[in-house]
């Protein structure tokens, strides 16, 4: 007997949720800690302690969140790190000399420079002066070439980094695949979109920005959507194909009166609205927020293995 159609309905509803699955970042960016902790006693016990610098300019609220998380990090990794937190008056000459200061020092394996500075500093000079070697952020052009000719002795970019984790620890296969990156940046969009399109995940890339033609069917022609655009909850159902796998590296503050600190924070993606319709996609907070920091890690040990060897 075919059940009424109300109870039809439920049922595929019930499927489909059953059939999404949440992305746990916090669980895997855990797993990736251990594995790390375990590479680190044993440099530890070569006598070498990997050591990460993080320099912050200026008071802007949610990047002093963010050092602060990174630097926690490492102490709880057993890292050896240092926290610079400079006047928002700072000038370019000085955080440069203590760029240079931080490429000398032997306890230094790599070097963060949280972004965005200040206006009155020119970050891409800055990142000049990083030694590619100990750019852990993989923001030096030498490295940025390195990910474009796939040298993997380069540095990668930790969100995006990130985001290919999750996409692997879930054994969502991305070869032949179409993926939209819904942004450019350099941080994220850009790396995202060489690490998707690399020989080692195959899949058909389209970048999408502020200015892509019919956003929202480009998008539905996508198996993967990344999006990294920074604006609160964009990329709703009406952009997600039945089945899609949706990443979502937003991290957004908006007001909220109901919260005690008078914010909520949310992603690109407007998450009730999609998450039926998707096979797997990232929370925010929870998908891919801690896994940035956990590549952090991966990559100044990676750092201390290739300045030690
Ligand atoms: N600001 C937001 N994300 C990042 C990051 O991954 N690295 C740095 N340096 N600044 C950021």
């Known amino acids: 007997m075919v059940p009424p159609i109300s109870v039809r309905l439920k049922l595929k509803k019930i499927n489909k949720f059953m059939s999404t699955t949440i992305i746990d970042g916090k669980e895997v960016a855990c797993k990736i800690r251990e594995k790390l902790a375990e590479e680190i006693a ?48 700072t000038t370019q000459e000085q955080l440069v000399e203590l760029i240079h200061q931080l490429n000398a020092d032997e306890r230094i394996h790599g070097i963060l420079v949280q972004s965005p500075p200040p206006a009155h500093i020119d970050e891409e000079a800055v990142i ?45 296969s991305t070869a032949g695949k179409h993926a939209v990156v819904i942004g450019r940046s350099m941080i994220v969009g850009k790396p995202m979109a060489n690490l998707l399109v690399s020989k080692k995940a195959n899949a058909t890339v389209t970048i999408a920005h502020s200015r892509t033609a019919d956003l929202p069917g480009l998008c539905r022609t996508a198996d993967i959507i990344v999006a990294a655009v920074g604006r609160p909850e964009m990329v709703n159902a009406d952009y997600v194909k039945e089945g899609a796998v949706v990443l979502d590296v937003g991290i957004n503050r908006i007001a909220d009166s109901s919260r005690p600190r008078g914010y909520r924070i949310v992603g690109d993606v407007d998450y009730e609205a999609v998450k039926d319709k998707c096979s797997a996609i990232t929370p925010v907070p929870g998908g891919v927020g801690p896994m940035t920091i956990a590549m952090l890690m991966a990559n100044t040990v990676k750092a201390c293995r290739q300045l030690t060897r």
């Not at 610098?53 to 057993?78: F, H, N, W």
């Not at 030694?131 to 990910?147: M, Q």
């Open 42 to 89: 044993e440099l530890k016990a070569l006598g070498k302690t990997p050591g990460l610098a993080v320099v912050l300019v200026g008071e802007d609220p949610a990047s002093q969140v963010y050092v602060g998380s990174k630097v926690r990090a490492c102490e709880e990794l057993g890292l050896y790190s240092q926290k610079w937190e400079l006047p928002a008056d």
């Open 128 to 172: 000049l002066n990083i030694d590619p070697r100990k750019d852990v952020d993989g923001f030096h052009p030498a490295n940025v070439a390195k990910l474009v000719l796939e040298d993997e002795e380069g540095f990668v970019p930790c969100t995006p980094l990130g985001c290919m984790e999750l996409l692997k620890a879930y054994g969502i």
